[in-house]
């Protein structure tokens, strides 16, 4: 192996690479990257080798564990979760949620966000600060090679560093970020894998997003040189897959209540659980009134029946407690979990793989 290889895959071992253009890069063994410091500008070599397709024995989410890591702890800003420093170039992480948590990416010393989750950026926000925001919405059941096209053309062709992001960064943010890891950082797709699940914590049941970073071809220079992209600021979308962008975040909401047996957060008293209850209804009653919905299979608009039904039991079970009845929290939490289950059950055949 080449001595630049070498030196690339201990430092990515590391979680940072400082310089990845120059051969005689030490690399101390003794360091913690730390996210909150600046990240320096780095610029691929012109003769970086793109590391070839796995051939997998196991899932690739097994594979992910082979490769043992150091253990690095995600940071935790105010508005910004799950953030890693993966390298000089490539931060991941997740949505950052109002102007501090940009603020603060911005800090790092960040030119480019690329946001892959399906929610429209704050991109004046962004701008204000001197970066530019890139938005390309992916799934979690894997990334087409278009999107890997895009992606890809994003980070060998705009500014870094870059911050990477969906809505948790643990999932689909983490495998975009680990298209860069492999076209420009140039590490081996075993080491991006690895990060993945060791790192940022990409769940088991997400195997479609491992498989893209495991075995499916990342373009090449001139394939990317030739892509016809304009690096959209928003790509904003309509119907049930706006639905699902926004019900996520009112769900998250009611998850924290469930914890906090059913209390508003003192932090947030703006935020009530009625008030998301009544959200996520009228998300599932919408959603299930749309065309594209009907003409989904018996199952799929099973599991929207029941999400409706479970939405509205949770709505009215708050109702009454909004209206000075004692909680009842075994209908509460009944509905709650009824919520979740029928989701659960739906993305596992329509979502996941």
Not at 101 to 129: C, F, H, N, R, W
Not at 288 to 306: S, T
Request: proline share 5%; charged share 25%.
């Amino acid at each position: 192996m080449a001595r630049l290889s070498i030196l690339m895959i201990a430092a990515a071992s590391l979680g940072f690479l400082t310089g990845c253009g120059s051969i005689e890069t030490e690399v101390d063994a003794s360091a913690k990257p730390e996210a909150s410091a600046k990240v320096s500008v780095a610029v691929a070599p012109a003769t970086l080798t793109i590391d070839p397709p796995m051939t997998l024995q196991k899932s690739a989410y097994e594979t992910a564990g082979d490769r043992q890591l150091g253990t690095i702890q995600p940071d935790e800003f105010p508005g910004l979760h799950n953030v890693i420093k993966l390298s000089d170039r490539i931060v991941s992480g997740s949505e950052p949620h109002g102007a501090e948590a940009l603020e603060k990416i911005a800090e790092m010393g960040v030119k480019t966000i690329l946001s892959v989750d399906g929610k429209v950026p704050d991109v004046e926000t962004a701008e204000a600060l001197g970066m530019r925001y890139v938005h390309i919405p992916i799934q979690y059941k894997g990334i087409t090679d278009e999107e890997s096209s895009q992606i890809v053309k994003t980070f060998r062709e705009l500014e870094g560093p870059f911050y990477v992001h969906c809505f948790h960064g643990k999932h689909r943010g983490p495998a975009a970020a680990a298209l860069g890891r492999i076209a420009v950082d140039g590490v081996e797709r075993e080491q991006a894998i690895a990060e993945m699940r060791q790192w940022c914590g990409t769940a088991e049941k997400y195997e479609g997003l491992y498989r893209t970073i495991a075995e499916v071809h990342v373009p090449t220079l001139a394939d990317t040189e030739g892509l016809d992209f304009d690096f959209p600021a928003a790509h904003p979308f309509g119907g049930f897959r706006q639905v699902m962008v926004q019900l996520p975040r009112a769900f998250d909401n009611l998850k924290a209540f469930s914890r906090n047996d059913w209390k508003v957060d003192p932090d947030h008293p703006d935020v009530d659980p009625y008030n998301e209850a009544a959200k996520l209804l009228d998300l599932f009653v919408y959603g299930n009134e749309l065309h594209e919905v009907a003409a989904e299979p018996e199952d799929f608009r099973g599991w929207m029946d029941d999400s409706v039904r479970e939405a509205r039991a949770l709505k009215g079970a708050l109702e009454a407690h909004r209206a000075g009845s004692a909680i009842d929290f075994d209908a509460v939490n009944q509905a709650y979990n009824g919520v979740a289950n029928a989701c659960n059950a739906c993305h596992k055949v329509y979502r996941n793989d």
